[in-house]
């Protein structure tokens, strides 16, 4: 097991990326982790704001195909997953491939198409393949969605299900940029694209090196039993409609590996679990009374704090 080898990785995706977007470090953190533990990534924020850059950026510095679908409400699922057309020269069937079959999925504005739209993406995020009249076809690896969503447009647009939100990895959110940080962007998009002058940094024999490092990371009983103590006090809390199902446990399981490992560590301390809780499981909860984003964190805020951390030693014993 070779730390380092994840070091090395967070090193180059953020050295590379950040010469495309400005001042997004801890987002370019996070993009890498989701990417590790094989997860898809919703941003959700205001137009503009560059969700599309950081995509495309973070594509070409791991050197994926990338596919953008720009989601609108007369948009079918045969559009996304592809269709069986009749071809006359060769008089027989054969399957054009959609836009889903890619390594790098940006689903831009997600929540203007319609659920039955929507629905075509589920099988693609969780088992990595797609059915299109009754044949399965298994996705190429790696293979990971990023959709965005304008949280504050309502109007044409329809909202994700609790199904569809649970298989994201984590929800993020850009943020408007510092007044410095602004006029530098300002300063890059005068000039020729930079996203042109990207390099891959990424081996193609090393990510899943990268990934083996992360899930063998220690996690030590103490630990395990804080992060099992957050999962059951959203399912416990009484101004939750819903709590964290298995598959955020996973989730947050695997990305406190992921985010150690990237720290240089070999075992998980329970501030590992904190930090990821508030990205991972933001979109996994439900709120009975309507709330905005950041009442959830909020809550997730007062769930951490409300439950003892353990402070024994977390070092796996030889």
């Known amino acids: ?8 990785f967070h090193k180059k995706i953020a050295a590379n990326v950040s010469k495309v977007i400005v001042g997004k470090e801890e987002v370019i953190d996070l993009l890498s982790i989701a990417f590790i533990c094989n997860g898809h990534v919703l941003l959700e924020d205001v137009p503009g704001l560059g969700k599309t850059r950081l995509v495309r950026s973070f594509s070409k510095t791991i050197g994926s195909n990338f596919k953008r679908i720009q989601f609108t409400p007369d948009l079918l699922p045969s559009d996304l997953t592809g269709v069986n057309y009749y071809n006359q020269k060769h008089q027989d069937f054969e399957f054009r491939e959609g836009p889903l079959f890619s390594n790098i999925v940006l689903a831009d504005e997600i929540n203007r198409a319609t659920p039955r739209t929507q629905s075509s993406l589920l099988e693609a995020m969780e088992e990595r ?21 304008n949280p504050i447009e309502t109007h044409g647009t329809f909202p994700l299900p609790e199904a569809q939100m649970d298989r994201f990895f984590m929800r993020l959110s850009i943020g408007y940029p510092s007044r410095e940080e602004e006029l530098l962007i300002v300063d890059r998009n005068i000039n020729p694209d930079p996203i042109d002058l990207l390099q891959n940094v990424l081996a193609s024999d090393e990510l899943q090196t990268i ?6 990371i220690y996690m030590s009983e103490d630990v395990r039993s804080y992060l099992m ?13 819903y709590g964290v199902s298995p598959r955020g446990t996973i989730a947050l399981y695997k990305g406190s590996q992921s985010y150690a490992a ?4 070999e075992y998980v301390l329970p501030e590992d679990v904190r930090y990821m809780a508030k990205f991972i499981l ?15 964190y909020d809550g997730i805020e007062k769930i951490l704090a409300d439950i003892a951390v353990p402070v024994e030693t977390y070092r796996r014993q030889v």
């Open 262 to 265: 990237m720290n240089g560590r």
């Open 229 to 241: 103590d957050i999962v059951e006090c959203t399912r416990k809390d009484p101004g939750l409609h």
């Open 282 to 296: 933001n979109h996994r909860i439900g709120i009975k009374s309507f709330a905005k984003k950041s009442r959830i």
């Open 1 to 8: 097991m070779s730390i380092e080898t994840v070091v090395e």
């Open 211 to 216: 990934r083996d490092t992360c899930l063998n």
């Open 129 to 149: 393949q797609i059915t299109v009249d009754g044949v399965t076809r298994k996705l190429s690896e790696p293979y990971m969605v990023l959709a965005t969503q």
